[in-house]
């Protein structure tokens, strides 16, 4: 199922124009790596977007491997790290969003992404295989080829209406996806197995006391030893049940009152537990 995603958060309507003008002074179509710095993410496969004509590549995140990226791609932007609504605005003032690690067992970036109403190019692998719809709200390229990724960002930074059609496509994908839409999800999945559905609260207001509590020891001695009219006199069942179970402790039956005596004893006539 893998986790939800905030769309109140992650949201198309936080681009900033003050954030786009400071990331692309020059009015570059702006494509942004979001997440750790590492060695497994391959963020090196994302040097040739450098290279393509009005195109301005940013990368948000920090980690081991953020000095030999800073040389491997001096023409891109650092960022470093970014969180809350701050990381939130930065998603939505990009144009296209590039995901290189071929290793994501899920890929939380790229939901964020998508909520954000951005296109999304990741490889065909691992956890980007759910949550990228090839050719509707992204593209799915090979794994470890950097002249795919550039190509792909290519082809959107060509057409705008690609781009917004992705985008769009993406943030409506993700919108069923929210923390509380996945709750009612797996409560749903739990009823299913447990062969019933959930009660409506007012049903369950409305069901007897006896429905609502497990049974105490006395009902329970009374269920186990049932005694005849006769019994239940003035000291009641428990007694009787008492007096009962007394005369069975040879085979190993014995019961506890609430005073701690086995067998009889105890004035309030409760009972403490049992055991057969």
Request: proline share 9%; glycine share 14%.
């Amino acid at each position: 199922m893998g986790p939800g995603v905030d769309t109140a958060r992650f949201d198309p309507a936080r681009r900033s124009p003050r954030i786009r003008a400071q990331l692309a002074p020059g009015g570059e179509l702006i494509a942004g790596y979001v997440g750790r710095l590492a060695t497994e993410k391959r963020v090196e496969l994302l040097a040739k977007i450098t290279a393509l004509p009005g195109v301005r590549l940013v990368i948000v995140g920090a980690g081991p491997a953020e000095a030999i990226l800073r040389r491997h791609l001096p023409d891109s932007l650092f960022l470093g790290e970014r969180r809350g609504d701050e990381l939130a605005a930065v998603y939505a003032s990009l144009d296209v969003f590039v995901h290189s690690g071929p290793y994501e067992t899920f890929g939380q970036t790229l939901q964020e992404a998508a909520a954000s109403g951005l296109p999304v190019v990741a490889p065909a692998a691992g956890g980007p295989l759910d949550l990228v719809d090839d050719g509707v709200t992204g593209y799915l390229v090979p794994p470890g080829d950097p002249d795919a990724f550039t190509d792909a960002v290519a082809r959107l930074a060509a057409d705008p209406a690609l781009r917004a059609a992705f985008g769009a496509a993406g943030r409506h994908r993700v919108l069923g996806r929210t923390w509380a839409a996945l709750t009612d999800e797996l409560i749903g999945h739990h009823a299913a197995v447990l062969g019933r559905t959930r009660r409506p609260a007012e049903e369950r207001q409305a069901r007897p006391a006896s429905e609502c509590r497990p049974p105490g020891p006395a009902r329970a001695a009374r269920e186990r030893y049932p005694g005849p009219a006769s019994e239940h006199g003035p000291a009641g069942p428990v007694r009787a049940a008492g007096e009962r179970a007394t005369a069975r402790s040879a085979s190993g039956t014995w019961i506890t009152r609430a005073s701690g005596q086995h067998g009889a004893g105890g004035t309030d006539g409760s009972l403490s537990g049992f055991r057969a």
